[in-house]
């Protein structure tokens, strides 16, 4: 029993098929109209016995949907019913009826305390699109089944609301210059997730975040407040419409794709941003800001590049960041056996152009941050038995007086090489290539003379593009790929 004295039933969820078939109704109030509705909904063909009725009641008799016999119970009404209820407002008659519907063996709902004694309840129930949920505790509380069921139904209408939402800024529309400011380092985007993380509407998120592009990527509500507000949290809101971009749905899901691709870079095809996506997923689950339904995109996303990479590989002259820093390096500083050059960095970029300055036979001096750089990798392979002189970026102040070339590649939201350090490199002709999105390389030395040179990622990016005929046709295959396996999705 329930410490209120109610009674306890165990029970087992059924899903009834009704449909043309007969059910009895006894009672023309509330209640009664509630169990009408019910039955109706499921295609019953509805018998009701009262003398009176409530309007709503008297409306579907005068249409002809229910069967109204306007007079007290009978016993033979239960006679060829597949169900009754039993729901008038006198517990007396509710309990004739349920003996009744007991004798002739037809299940009986009553809907008083005689309710333990019949054979079935009702739960509560909600009914969004083709979903049925029905909420039922066991006949301990109707108000604690009516609450849940309205919180079901706002989860359940919210999350068939939500959509993919992509909302960002990258080299494609905006400068590195003016868009330094928006790039996180990791504590930031820890907090900017964790303000996204209590936007009501937003289900889940990831941050993409490279040299390239700052994106936020969610699983929101269709809700132009809930778009409003991310782009103020991350400060989107501060760009004119032309210098960010905001798709959602289909839109999304191919600016993804394409950007896995390598499609969306101005570095057409290039193959990191698939390891920083990766990374961008990963932090989200680490973090909690995902769950399902990103894991599930994210890995769609994946899958469908590789299959738009197959389709697209014939036309795209690939070039990835550090070749395409080396290849600048050789043109415009020279490089050979001779040349001193200080690599700042030890992620992607930083040990591609280790590796590819070390084949060159340059002198290469590698700053790392904390972690020792590991050599052992496939890309150190060709040079085994030849290390580059590693030194922490505390040290970088003493490799700059030897340095002729200088590449940064490094994660931090202020400069590593610093204006401070200037004297180690003027009147001596230093190439400085900063790759880093904020800039790593002081702005100090774009203007200062003295023989030093400084380009940044988008000098770089507009010195390697070639206008090219087979860019509109790369799009074009790689949209129908999209498209398709899109489709094959929904």
């Known amino acids: 029993m329930h410490r209120e004295g109610r009674p306890h039933r165990n029970t087992i969820p059924l899903n009834l098929i009704i449909d043309g078939r007969k059910a009895l109704v006894v009672g023309g109030g509330r209640v009664g109209l509630r169990k009408t509705k019910g039955l109706l909904d499921s295609g019953a063909e509805v018998e009701l016995v009262c003398p009176e009725a409530v309007d709503e009641l008297k409306a579907l008799a005068e249409e002809g949907r229910i069967s109204w016999q306007r007079r007290a119970f009978a016993p033979g009404d239960v006679a060829g019913k597949l169900v009754v209820f039993a729901c008038t407002d006198d517990k007396h008659v509710n309990r004739a009826v349920l003996d009744e519907a007991r004798l002739a063996r037809v299940p009986c709902c ?27 505790t066991s006949g301990q509380s109707c108000a604690a089944a009516r609450d849940a069921k309205k919180e079901i139904e706002s989860a359940l209408g919210e999350r068939r609301d939500l959509e993919l939402l992509v909302i960002g800024t990258s080299d494609a529309v905006l400068p590195s210059r003016k868009r330094a400011p928006y790039h996180l380092p990791p504590e930031e985007r ?28 969610a699983v929101a509500a269709h809700d132009p407040l809930v778009a409003a507000t991310l782009r103020r949290l991350a400060g989107f809101d501060r760009l004119a419409e032309s210098e960010r971009f905001e798709m959602r749905g289909f839109d999304a899901f191919r600016h993804l794709v394409r950007v896995a691709s390598g499609l969306e870079s101005s570095l057409l095809g290039e193959f990191h941003i698939v390891s920083q996506l990766k990374d961008s997923l990963a932090e989200a689950e680490e973090r909690k800001w995902s769950a399902g339904a990103v894991r599930f995109t994210g890995a769609e996303v994946l899958r469908v590049s590789k299959a738009v990479r197959h389709e697209v590989e014939g036309l795209l002259r690939v070039t990835e960041i550090d070749q395409l820093a080396v290849r600048y390096l050789g043109v415009h500083g020279g490089v050979d056996d001779k040349t001193n050059v200080l690599v700042v960095g030890t992620g992607m970029v930083g040990r591609g152009a280790v590796a590819a300055l070390m084949r060159l036979g340059c002198r290469v001096t590698w700053a790392y941050h904390v972690n020792v750089p590991d050599l052992s990798g496939p890309e150190f392979a060709s040079v085994a038995g030849v290390a580059p002189k590693l030194v922490q970026l505390g040290e970088i102040g003493a490799a700059l007086a030897e340095a002729d070339i200088v590449l940064s590649a490094v994660d931090s939201s202020r400069p590593v090489v610093t204006r401070e350090m200037s004297a180690a490199v003027l009147d001596r002709n230093v190439l400085m290539v900063d790759l880093g999105v904020p800039r790593n390389i002081d702005t100090f030395y774009d203007d200062c003379g003295h023989g030093v040179t400084v380009a940044d990622l988008d000098d770089l990016k507009l010195w390697h593009r070639v206008k090219t005929g087979t860019l509109k046709e790369v799009l074009a295959r790689a949209d129908e790929v999209i498209k398709a396996e899109y489709k094959a999705m929904a």
């Open 110 to 136: 009553c809907a008083d305390m005689n309710w333990s004694d019949g054979d079935f309840t009702t739960p509560a129930v909600t009914r969004i699109g083709e979903l049925t949920v029905a909420v039922s």
């Open 190 to 217: 820890a907090e900017l997730g964790a303000l996204m993380g209590r936007v009501r509407g937003v289900r889940e998120f990831f941050i993409l975040n490279t040299c390239s592009r700052v994106e936020i990527v």
